[in-house]
């Protein structure tokens, strides 16, 4: 894959990102003004588990379609049909073990019905990432991103509806429910529309051999989501659903945020598994370019969170929810990690180190956890978000060391030494305004980084082409 096309794909998942997530924190806002904290927190409970269990049907069944599409457009087609039909499956008994595990966990009555209903959305959203995964694949990032809008719309919508009928927290759990089962239909319409190749009707004998290949993806997705979500599970179990739905308020904007790194690195995969294939050190430039403007994007976001990044919960949320916001300035305050961790990640993933990435990810998860049962009762959701926080840095360490070893290190270029006047100037803008418009002080801030940055050159010359290249629609 070109620059110029690992860019623009790049740009297509972000933008599209931006625009669901932007319809993301509509929802969040319908959701969480009238819905007392505590259900709130039950609401953030259920997701969680979602994400937790999501994994185990998704089977890391995702990255290794997107591998076979990558390097065999044919044989990626041929597979699909087997893979949905086994994430179909293994949605089935997640979600059971998740509402198992409701019973065990003895949640009280609301709790328990937005788990349930949580948990009859797992099949669904594996469906739909299998398609998302396919179109991965095939590089064809705007396909892909058209699934999540489509989820997005409907979710505004369904909710709305939810919230203007005063169905309180089951509605909304309903309203997701229904979203994710019309968004996985869509998602199968696209592929039998679009993929013409590819094969429905799965076949059970491959699937044994199938989850045999997948289970290393699986296993590393599984120890990550426990890194991002046992937080959320911890918190309710150790200080109640109250904080849980403060926490929930303030890490619904840092998702927000973290749509970036998790994007922009899920381009840059499927062009670092072809380039990797083919030899030579092609991959390598690539890799480092991207790092660079990786971390050039975290480092406005990261110093804008850390000085205001409290104001914007009790301004959308509401003030029942003010205390959330410290979450958004510490975990916002910190985004570079993410850059760092999902880039390094997916490096060591297309070079077939998969061993390493799930050693980091257990290191990660082991020390969050620990983290967490230390930090909690003292700190209750500062000490969560203080785990997060200690975990990522943990794991970006590991992955340095790795890559080093692996994939004998980056070139010095990678590191943006010039975007850290850029950085001062923002700084310094956003600390003279802090009490001023938000609006205004996030508009100051932006354009005195990007004036600073152009000034001092945090940009090269090949990288400043390309941009050009790809603003004028010209060959990467």
Same mark, same amino acid.
């Given at each position: 894959?070109?620059?110029?096309?690992?860019?623009?794909?790049?740009?297509?998942?972000? @933008? $599209?990102?931006?625009?669901?997530?932007?319809?993301?924190?509509?929802?969040?806002?319908?959701?969480?003004?009238?819905?007392?904290?505590?259900?709130?927190?039950?609401?953030?409970?259920?997701? =969680?588990?979602?994400?937790?269990?999501?994994?185990?049907?998704?089977?890391?069944?995702?990255?290794?379609?997107?591998? /076979?599409?990558?390097? !065999?457009?044919?044989?990626? =087609?041929?597979?699909?049909?087997?893979?949905?039909?086994? /994430? &179909?499956?293994?949605?089935?008994?997640?979600?059971?073990?998740?509402?198992?595990?409701?019973?065990?966990?003895?949640? !009280?009555?609301?709790?328990?019905?937005?788990?349930?209903?949580? $948990?009859?959305?797992?099949?669904?959203?594996?469906?739909?990432?299998?398609?998302?995964?396919?179109?991965?694949?095939?590089?064809?990032?705007?396909?892909?991103?058209?699934?999540?809008?489509?989820?997005?719309?409907?979710?505004?919508? +369904?909710?709305?509806?939810?919230?203007?009928?005063?169905?309180?927290?089951?509605?909304?759990?309903?309203?997701?429910? *229904?979203?994710?089962?019309?968004?996985?239909?869509?998602?199968?319409?696209?592929? /039998?529309?679009?993929?013409?190749?590819?094969? +429905?009707?799965?076949? @059970?004998?491959?699937?044994?051999?199938?989850?045999?290949?997948?289970?290393?993806?699986?296993?590393?997705?599984?120890?990550?989501?426990?890194?991002?979500?046992?937080?959320?599970?911890?918190?309710?179990?150790?200080?109640?659903?109250?904080?849980?739905?403060?926490?929930?308020?303030?890490?619904?904007?840092?998702?927000?945020?973290?749509?970036?790194?998790?994007?922009?690195?899920?381009?840059?995969?499927?062009?670092?598994?072809?380039?990797?294939?083919?030899?030579?050190? /092609?991959?390598?430039?690539?890799?480092?370019?991207? &790092?660079?403007?990786?971390?050039?994007?975290?480092?406005?976001?990261?110093?804008?969170?850390?000085?205001?990044?409290?104001?914007?919960?009790?301004? &959308?949320?509401?003030?029942?929810?003010?205390?959330?916001?410290?979450?958004?300035?510490?975990?916002?305050?910190?985004?570079?990690?993410?850059?760092?961790?999902?880039?390094?990640?997916?490096?060591?993933? =297309?070079? !077939?180190?998969?061993?390493?990435?799930?050693?980091?990810?257990?290191?990660?998860?082991?020390?969050?956890?620990?983290?967490?049962?230390?930090?909690?009762?003292?700190?209750?959701?500062?000490? @969560?978000? *203080?785990?997060?926080?200690?975990?990522? %840095? #943990?794991?970006?360490?590991?992955?340095?060391?790795?890559?080093?070893?692996?994939?004998?290190?980056?070139?010095?270029?990678?590191?943006?030494?010039? @975007?850290?006047?850029?950085?001062?100037?923002?700084?310094?803008? #956003?600390?003279?305004?802090? !009490?001023?418009?938000?609006?205004?002080?996030? $508009?100051?801030?932006?354009?005195?980084?990007?004036? *600073?940055?152009?000034?001092?050159?945090?940009?090269?010359?090949?990288?400043?082409?390309?941009? %050009?290249?790809?603003?004028?629609?010209?060959?990467?």
């Amino acid at each position: 894959m070109s620059g110029g096309r690992l860019t623009r794909n790049s740009l297509v998942l972000v @933008a $599209a990102e931006a625009v669901r997530r932007v319809l993301s924190f509509v929802v969040a806002i319908l959701i969480a003004r009238p819905l007392h904290v505590e259900d709130f927190g039950r609401f953030g409970l259920a997701m =969680a588990l979602a994400g937790i269990f999501g994994v185990l049907a998704n089977f890391g069944l995702n990255p290794l379609l997107t591998r /076979k599409a990558a390097a !065999d457009a044919t044989g990626g =087609a041929r597979e699909f049909g087997t893979v949905l039909g086994l /994430k &179909f499956l293994l949605g089935l008994v997640a979600g059971g073990a998740m509402i198992a595990l409701a019973v065990v966990m003895r949640y !009280d009555a609301g709790a328990f019905l937005a788990v349930v209903l949580a $948990a009859a959305m797992i099949p669904a959203e594996a469906i739909e990432t299998a398609g998302i995964a396919l179109f991965d694949g095939y590089q064809r990032m705007a396909i892909s991103s058209l699934v999540t809008l489509v989820k997005a719309v409907l979710l505004l919508g +369904l909710v709305g509806i939810a919230v203007l009928l005063h169905h309180g927290l089951p509605g909304v759990m309903l309203a997701y429910l *229904a979203g994710g089962w019309l968004t996985a239909a869509f998602a199968v319409g696209l592929v /039998k529309r679009v993929a013409r190749d590819a094969t +429905l009707t799965p076949r @059970a004998a491959q699937w044994w051999p199938l989850a045999r290949e997948a289970a290393p993806f699986m296993l590393i997705g599984l120890v990550w989501m426990l890194a991002f979500r046992v937080d959320m599970v911890l918190l309710q179990r150790l200080a109640g659903d109250g904080p849980t739905g403060l926490y929930r308020s303030g890490y619904a904007f840092f998702e927000i945020l973290l749509a970036l790194p998790i994007l922009a690195t899920r381009a840059l995969y499927p062009a670092l598994a072809q380039g990797m294939s083919e030899g030579g050190e /092609k991959w390598r430039d690539m890799l480092a370019a991207a &790092f660079r403007i990786y971390l050039l994007a975290a480092l406005p976001v990261a110093i804008g969170c850390a000085l205001v990044g409290d104001r914007f919960v009790p301004l &959308f949320y509401g003030h029942k929810y003010a205390e959330g916001g410290r979450v958004v300035a510490l975990l916002g305050g910190f985004l570079w990690l993410w850059f760092g961790t999902m880039t390094l990640g997916w490096s060591l993933t =297309a070079a !077939d180190r998969l061993k390493v990435v799930l050693a980091g990810n257990v290191l990660a998860m082991t020390v969050n956890i620990i983290s967490n049962l230390i930090l909690i009762p003292r700190f209750s959701i500062m000490g @969560a978000a *203080a785990s997060t926080v200690i975990s990522e %840095s #943990t794991l970006l360490i590991y992955f340095l060391v790795m890559t080093r070893r692996w994939l004998h290190g980056l070139a010095r270029r990678a590191i943006p030494w010039r @975007a850290l006047p850029a950085g001062a100037a923002l700084a310094a803008t #956003t600390w003279l305004l802090r !009490d001023a418009n938000l609006a205004l002080v996030v $508009a100051a801030g932006a354009a005195a980084y990007l004036a *600073a940055a152009w000034l001092f050159g945090a940009l090269n010359k090949s990288e400043r082409e390309l941009v %050009s290249r790809l603003l004028s629609r010209k060959s990467g």
